[in-house]
């Protein structure tokens, strides 16, 4: 996955996925645990001994993901959220004769 967070606890040393889901880290020691966490998914901590390469499969944490609202520039806890807010099915925005998905749903939350 893209985008999720590496990093060796207790230090500011860490880094993200890139595309391809690869990271890299540098001046890692063996008694260093390795924590990777995604939104949405358990974060997991890894002792790293004597391991150069590790792959990591995240488990989704369908408690955590109920809680976040995502929004079109940013994410916010569902607790946290204030204002109004528009909710659109994807085959509601697959009726509207649009070619950029913003505008259909723009189109489809008009008051």
Known sequence: MIGVNVLIKG?????????D??????????????????????????VIGNQSV??????????KLDEVVVIGYGVVKKRDLTGSVSSVKADEIAKVSSS???QAMQQKCRV
């Not at 230090?11 to 595309?19: E, K, L, V």
């Not at 792959?55 to 369908?62: C, I, K, P, S, W």
């Open 100 to 102: 950029n998905a913003i």
């Open 54 to 63: 590790i792959n990591v499969t995240l488990l989704e944490d369908t408690k």
């Open 11 to 19: 230090t500011t040393n860490g880094t993200i996925t890139d595309i």
């Open 21 to 46: 889901g690869n990271y890299k880290l540098t001046s890692v020691s063996e008694k260093s645990v390795l924590v990777v966490s995604y939104i949405g998914y358990l974060t997991q901590e890894i």
